[in-house]
């Protein structure tokens, strides 16, 4: 396991502030991973108001990004860090936009789960989206527990799986098209479950790019658009 130091420095008030900020990023985390938890199961158990209610939620994520990014610019105002404190601080400023992206991405779903919700269910109750959530929360947990632990080699994980997330998203897209040819009356409800797969998809994105911050932090590399896929068996 590859791990860095970035909490060796002579002021103890510098430390501090250092993993106060560490902490508010992993609650970030926390709080978005609730969010898309919540919506996924909105749109799973057909609840309009969860769904509504993830949605409007959505300033509480907003609001700790500015908290987050204004304590940044106070420590390199202040503190002007350097080597690893540096690349601490930029990948943090990097992680939060990310992690407020994923919240916007989990508001869409939440208006989509409520708007499915008033529509005629699937038998499956929408098991493909259920399974893309999962895999992308899981890509989401990982990523915030690579970042806690500085882990190299779980980061180096999560970004891999980023690829099936990818194909889960492709494979619903085209049975989504499938189903619009065949009964042009469900076009409505089969697009807001398109929408519904692309946030997803996309919320992988942005649990990859967290990923690919831990990278940089611990080894000052920039890997993003160089890492390769996963090789299949």
């Not at 158990?45 to 300033?59: P, R, T």
């Not at 690349?87 to 779903?109: P, Q």
């Not at 997330?165 to 989504?176: L, N, P, S, V």
Request: proline residues 2%; aromatic residues 4%.
């Amino acid at each position: 396991m590859e791990t860095a130091d970035l909490a060796g420095h002579i002021s103890r008030r510098y430390n501090q502030d250092i993993e106060d900020l560490r902490s508010k990023v992993l609650a970030m985390g926390g709080l978005v991973e609730a969010q898309l938890t919540q919506a996924i199961a909105a749109i799973v158990s057909g609840d309009s108001e969860l769904g509504l209610q993830v949605a409007h939620d959505d300033y509480k994520v907003n609001n700790l990004e500015v908290e987050i990014d204004e304590e940044c610019g106070r420590i390199l105002a202040t503190r002007a860090p350097a080597a690893g404190d540096l690349r601490l601080i930029v990948a943090i400023i990097k992680t939060i936009t990310d992690l407020e992206r994923i919240g916007d991405e989990a508001e869409k779903i939440g208006f989509l789960a409520s708007k499915l919700a008033a529509m005629d269910r699937p038998t499956d109750s929408y098991r493909e989206l259920k399974n893309l959530g999962t895999h992308v929360s899981h890509m989401l947990r990982d990523a915030m527990n690579a970042f806690a632990r500085l882990n190299v080699n779980d980061a180096l994980e999560t970004v891999r799986e980023d690829e099936r997330a990818d194909e889960e998203y492709e494979a619903i897209a085209r049975q989504c098209i499938t189903f619009m040819m065949e009964d042009p009356r469900q076009i409505k409800r089969v697009m807001n479950v398109t929408w519904a797969a692309r946030s997803l998809e996309r919320i992988g994105d942005h649990a990859k790019n967290i990923c690919e911050y831990v990278i940089y932090m611990v080894q000052g590399k920039d890997v993003r658009h160089t890492l390769e896929p996963r090789k299949q068996p």
